[in-house]
């Protein structure tokens, strides 16, 4: 697991013969930090997207249709779960769904990425700092050897930033 990473229920919401409606609203973020931004993703599948990351942003995931696939790593200098290698310490992935109703609160310092398993996957997330720009955040190269987290993915649809992204040792946070 990654210190600070969290695995939150969605409330169930309410459904009827119209749909659902739920509330996404999660207000134990650690130092009292809030949200500044939201962004919604609809990928068609194969695209890959990741890894990205900073050390000043917390993010809050969701999957609301479709299916992907995330996976974090820690980068920060000086945790107990910093990423080196073994998938124990330092190393999360979950596939997320419509049907899951679970956020994944992704601390600062850690980089993430996801894989789009069904086609017009939407993935809703919420960052405490307003995005700036590539020249923000760290990009690791996707398939870097060392956390191997799409190793079953071939010839996926990603940006030139991503299919150009720095080794995970090149990025400490």
Same mark, same amino acid.
């Given at each position: 697991?990654?210190?600070?990473?969290?695995?939150?229920?969605?409330?169930?919401?309410?459904?009827?013969?119209? =749909?659902?409606?739920?509330? #996404?609203?999660?207000?134990?973020?650690?130092?009292?930090?809030?949200?500044? &931004?939201?962004?919604?993703?609809?990928?068609?599948? *194969?695209?890959?997207? =990741?890894?990205?990351?900073?050390?000043?942003? *917390?993010?809050?995931?969701?999957? +609301?249709?479709?299916?992907?696939?995330?996976?974090?790593?820690?980068?920060?200098?000086?945790?107990?779960? +910093?990423?080196?290698?073994?998938?124990?310490?330092?190393? +999360?992935?979950?596939?997320? *769904? !419509? &049907?899951? $109703?679970?956020?994944?609160?992704?601390?600062?310092?850690?980089? $993430?990425?996801?894989?789009?398993?069904?086609? *017009?996957?939407?993935?809703?997330?919420? #960052?405490?700092?307003?995005?700036?720009?590539? &020249?923000? !955040? !760290?990009?690791?190269?996707?398939?870097?050897?060392?956390? $191997?987290?799409?190793? &079953?993915?071939?010839?996926?649809?990603?940006?030139?930033?991503?299919? $150009?992204?720095?080794?995970?040792?090149?990025?400490?946070?």
């Amino acid at each position: 697991m990654i210190d600070g990473l969290e695995v939150l229920s969605l409330d169930k919401g309410f459904t009827d013969k119209r =749909g659902i409606i739920y509330t #996404t609203s999660h207000e134990s973020i650690p130092d009292g930090d809030i949200f500044r &931004e939201e962004k919604i993703s609809i990928s068609h599948k *194969n695209v890959l997207r =990741g890894f990205h990351g900073d050390s000043v942003t *917390n993010k809050l995931f969701s999957c +609301f249709s479709g299916e992907l696939k995330i996976v974090v790593v820690d980068r920060r200098r000086g945790s107990p779960t +910093f990423f080196t290698g073994d998938k124990e310490v330092g190393y +999360f992935s979950q596939v997320l *769904n !419509q &049907e899951d $109703n679970i956020h994944i609160f992704v601390p600062k310092g850690c980089i $993430n990425a996801h894989y789009v398993l069904a086609d *017009n996957s939407v993935l809703h997330y919420k #960052t405490t700092v307003k995005y700036n720009g590539i &020249e923000s !955040q !760290q990009t690791v190269k996707w398939d870097d050897p060392i956390i $191997n987290g799409f190793s &079953e993915v071939i010839d996926p649809l990603i940006s030139d930033r991503d299919y $150009n992204g720095l080794s995970l040792e090149e990025v400490l946070l």
